[in-house]
C-alpha cells in the first residue's frame, strides 16, 4: 500500500488563527508573528530579519529618489520595496518573483522614455523603435534585444 505524507492546512498561519484560543500564544511578541509570515522558520527571529536587512545595506549602491509619478510608485519602486521585504523575511521565491516583475516594468519604463525622447536620437535609431504596444507584445528576451541594440540596458 502507498502512502502519502501530508501536510495539514497549509495555507494557514496559525499564531494567528489560534491566538485568541491558546494562551501561550502571544502576539505582541515579533518573532511569533515572524514563524507565522517568514519562509524559513529556521531562521525567523528579529534578529535573523535584521541580519538579512543589513546584507542588504551592504549592497545597496544608492538609491537615494525616484520621481513622485504614480506610475513609476506602483510599478517599479513598490514592487522592489516588497522584494526586499521578502528578502528580509526568507520568503525568497517571492523575492525572484518581484524582481522580476520590477524588470519588466523598468523596461516598459526605459522604452516608454525612448519614445517620448525619440526627437533626441538618430535617424536610424529612429527607424528602429517600434509602437509601445508592439514592444510590450514582445516576449521577454525580444524586449531586453531590442534595448540592448538601442544600448540602453546591458549584458
Not at 43 to 60: F, G
Request: hydrophobic residues 45%; charged residues 25%; glycine residues 4%.
Amino acid at each position: 500500500m502507498s502512502k502519502v505524507n501530508l501536510t495539514l492546512n497549509p495555507l494557514v498561519f496559525f499564531n494567528m488563527e489560534f491566538a485568541d484560543q491558546v494562551s501561550d500564544i502571544d502576539l505582541r511578541d515579533v518573532d511569533t508573528i515572524l514563524k507565522d509570515i517568514g519562509g524559513d522558520p529556521e531562521a525567523i527571529t528579529l534578529s535573523d530579519c535584521q541580519a538579512r536587512y543589513q546584507e542588504l545595506r551592504e549592497v545597496d549602491k544608492g538609491f537615494v529618489m525616484a520621481p513622485a509619478e504614480k506610475w513609476i510608485q506602483l510599478k517599479v519602486i513598490a514592487p522592489l520595496r516588497q522584494a526586499k521585504a521578502n528578502y528580509i523575511l526568507s520568503n525568497y521565491l517571492s523575492t525572484i518573483a518581484l524582481c522580476g516583475m520590477t524588470a519588466e516594468m523598468a523596461s516598459m519604463l526605459i522604452y516608454d522614455m525612448m519614445l517620448v525622447l525619440s526627437d533626441r536620437i538618430s535617424e536610424s535609431d529612429q527607424a528602429k523603435l517600434t509602437t509601445f504596444q508592439k514592444f510590450q507584445r514582445k516576449g521577454q528576451q525580444n524586449r531586453i534585444d531590442h534595448l540592448m541594440d538601442f544600448e540602453c540596458v546591458g549584458p
